[in-house]
Structure formats: structure tokens, C-alpha cells
């Protein structure tokens, strides 16, 4: 085995995610086109699902009626970088962050009563909620059958204003129905005893591709926002047509030349069948790549497709370039994404590990650089 030399020096950043932000413009344009007056809630939690939250909210905010996130940090740094459009904490709410919501303008989720007593003695002034009803899927809200009850204790609150209603799908087609019927059976006892108008929603980005009768009066869109179909079924009920925007990109760190029989990574996982070049790459588990991809998946470098190979460490990746002698180091290399005319695509990567688009991309973490190409 001999390291193959180079004149070429790496250049940073060495790992990155490239965003292209005409592409996200192109598909929040598209959802409004579909959804025409409805309003659109982003859902950019957990960092846009790893993409950028603030960058993903300055390119659609012009698009969308509010934002939605989980916990004040997020909520905040929305604010930091100047949104102005509401911002729906759609996680728990923590009594000791309501100060913080009213400061920064974040409407908070409530769904107990315990929570609506501790948020109107924090709150100074009157300030707007947003209600989770749980129809079925038995996460966050209050049980569908208690909704009314609690839906007529915030609304004889002097200090709260409720600004909306909503639900969560489960995303099986049967029972989606009858969790719909639920909420707007809810919807209904509601305006017969209240002339307030709220905003009603159960419309995941699924849902909103799937069939018009969850809109309601807003839709909740999350990971189209980067291009990605949130669901096979998804993608073939619906004739909008996303453009990916994410690519996933590293470089070429170093180059070894292995004989015939020589091996690589722990317990020689790999094991030449004859002489080749093996090109290290920097990402690895601890970057977001699911050590299942070796000797399953392929990389773009130079236009073409490579094999993953041996093994993923926290750090590093192996890809067998053959005895390409052209590929050098710092080369780019697309891990999923789009390089000349080829193309490896996010779902090669969810049907490999049998996941989901929003799984791959929210484990991509914080540390991998984020370049952003403008509209």
C-alpha cells in the first residue's frame, strides 16, 4: 500500500451542505400555487430538518403566513435574524420560558390546564396561543374528546387570546380520515358556540399533497420547502413537481494505492481483488453518514459514480476509484446531490436505510458548513 502524492492543497470547507436558495424559492412557490389562499405554516424545527432555519425562513418568508419550531432557542434565532412573521412554538411549552416567548414574540403551544394557569400568572399582557388537539396520533395535545372543554377554558381567560387549532396525522390513510372527521367535528361544535374566528389545521406537507380536504384553513409544510416529497404516496398523488436543493459535499482528502490482496479499515472489511486506487474522504458517522452506506451506496466524483467501500469510521469514508489516476486530492465529491449530468439522489440514500428523507437530513449536524447560493 503506498499514499499517492499531490501538488494540491485541501480547501475548506471540507465538508459542507450546498443550498441552493432559487431552487427552495422555486418550491414554496409551487405549495402557494397549490394551496392558493390558504395560509402556510413553514415548519422549520430542528434547523429546517438540518437544512438552515434562518436561511430557508429569509428566502420564503415573503411566501408563508407564520413560522413553526420547537423551543425558544429556535424561535429566537428566527427573531435574531430579523423575521418578523409569527412564530408558533409547536413543541412543549416550559413554564420558565415565558418570559422569553413574550419578549420575543413566540406563540406558545398550550394543551393543559396546568400549563394555561402557569402562562396567564407569568404573562404581563394579553398574548396569543395556539391549541394542539391530539385526534389519534397520541403525541402532544389534548385527547379530542376533553378538546371542548379546554377550548372553553382558554377562551374565558382574560389573559390569552387563542389564535388557532391544530392536529397531527398519523399518516395511515384510513385512520386519517377519521381523525379529520374528529376535528372538524370539534370545528364545528366550536363555531356553534363562538363567533371568534380561529385558524383551523391538520394539513401536514403529506397531507397537503395528498388530498385538499385536510387544508382547512392552513396547511403545515416542512421538508418540500427543500425538495423532498415527505412520502413516496405523497409524491404520486400530487402533480407539483420540487426541485431538490440540498446537496451533500465533501472532498477528496488523500489517495492510497493498494496491490492485490491488501485491505483496509477494521477487521479488513475491504480487501483488494486487485491493484486500486482508494480515495479517503473526510465525512463520516459523526457527520451524518450512516455507517450502512459502505458497500451499498456510491458517490459522485468527476462526473461519475464510485462505490462506497470497507467501512464508515466517526470521521472518515473509503470510496474504490479504480486506478483513475485523474481524481486528486481536494477533488469535489457529492455524497447525494448533483454533479455535471448525473445525480445521486436522497431517496438512494432512504431506500438503502430504509428511512425517511426528514431522518438523513436531520442527523446532517450543525458543525457541516452551509453554503448557500442565492436566488
Known amino acids: 500500500m503506498k499514499l499517492i502524492s499531490s501538488n494540491k492543497q485541501l480547501k475548506s470547507p471540507l465538508v459542507w451542505l450546498e443550498i441552493d436558495a432559487e ?8 405549495i402557494r400555487n397549490l394551496v392558493l389562499d390558504k395560509k402556510i405554516m413553514a415548519v422549520v424545527k430542528a434547523n429546517a430538518y438540518g437544512v438552515g432555519a434562518v436561511e430557508i425562513a429569509k428566502v420564503i418568508e415573503s411566501y408563508v403566513d407564520s413560522f413553526g419550531v420547537v423551543g425558544i432557542a429556535e424561535g429566537k ?27 420575543n414574540n413566540i406563540t406558545p403551544t398550550l394543551f393543559t390546564e396546568t400549563n394555561l394557569k402557569n402562562y396567564e400568572v407569568k404573562i404581563k399582557n394579553k398574548q396569543n396561543i ?4 391530539d385526534t389519534g396520533l397520541g403525541r402532544l395535545g389534548v385527547p379530542y374528546k376533553n378538546a371542548l372543554d379546554f377550548i372553553k377554558t382558554c377562551s374565558e381567560s382574560k389573559q390569552i387570546n387563542i389564535s388557532g387549532i391544530y392536529s397531527s396525522l398519523t399518516e395511515d390513510a384510513s385512520f386519517d380520515e377519521i381523525q379529520l372527521n374528529r376535528f372538524i367535528n370539534i370545528k364545528k361544535q366550536y363555531e356553534k358556540k363562538y363567533t371568534k374566528k380561529l385558524i383551523w389545521s391538520i394539513s401536514s406537507s403529506a397531507a397537503t399533497f395528498i388530498s385538499k380536504k385536510y387544508y382547512l384553513d392552513m396547511v403545515r409544510i416542512g421538508i ?6 415527505p412520502s413516496k404516496e405523497a409524491k404520486e398523488a400530487t402533480d407539483v413537481q420540487l426541485k431538490p436543493a440540498v446537496s451533500y459535499k465533501t472532498r477528496v482528502a488523500c489517495i492510497k494505492e493498494l496491490e ?15 491493484k ?7 465525512p463520516g458517522y459523526s457527520y451524518g453518514l450512516d455507517p450502512r452506506l459502505a458497500n451499498r451506496n456510491q458517490v459522485l ?3 461519475k459514480k464510485y462505490p462506497l467501500i470497507g467501512g464508515i469510521s466517526a470521521t472518515n469514508c473509503f470510496v474504490d476509484i479504480w486506478m483513475n489516476k485523474k481524481i486528486d486530492v481536494g477533488d469535489e465529491v457529492v455524497i447525494f446531490g448533483q454533479q455535471n449530468n448525473l445525480e445521486i439522489k436522497l431517496d438512494e440514500l432512504c431506500d438503502t436505510l430504509s428511512q425517511n428523507v426528514y431522518e ?12 448557500y447560493k442565492p436566488s
Open 276 to 282: 486500486t486506487r482508494i480515495a479517503i474522504l473526510l
Open 360 to 371: 438523513i437530513l436531520s442527523r446532517i449536524p450543525e458543525k457541516v458548513t452551509k453554503i
Open 224 to 229: 418540500p420547502l427543500a425538495g423532498f416529497y
Open 130 to 133: 395556539w391549541i394542539k388537539v
Open 77 to 103: 434565532k428566527l427573531r435574531n435574524a430579523g423575521i418578523k412573521k409569527p412564530i408558533i412554538n409547536l413543541g412543549i411549552y416550559n413554564p420558565d420560558d415565558a418570559d422569553e416567548l413574550t419578549k
Open 260 to 274: 492485490k490482496d491488501e485491505s483496509i479499515f477494521y477487521r479488513k472489511t475491504f480487501v483488494a481483488k486487485q
Open 23 to 30: 431552487k427552495v424559492e422555486s418550491n414554496i412557490k409551487s
Open 301 to 303: 466524483i468527476q462526473g
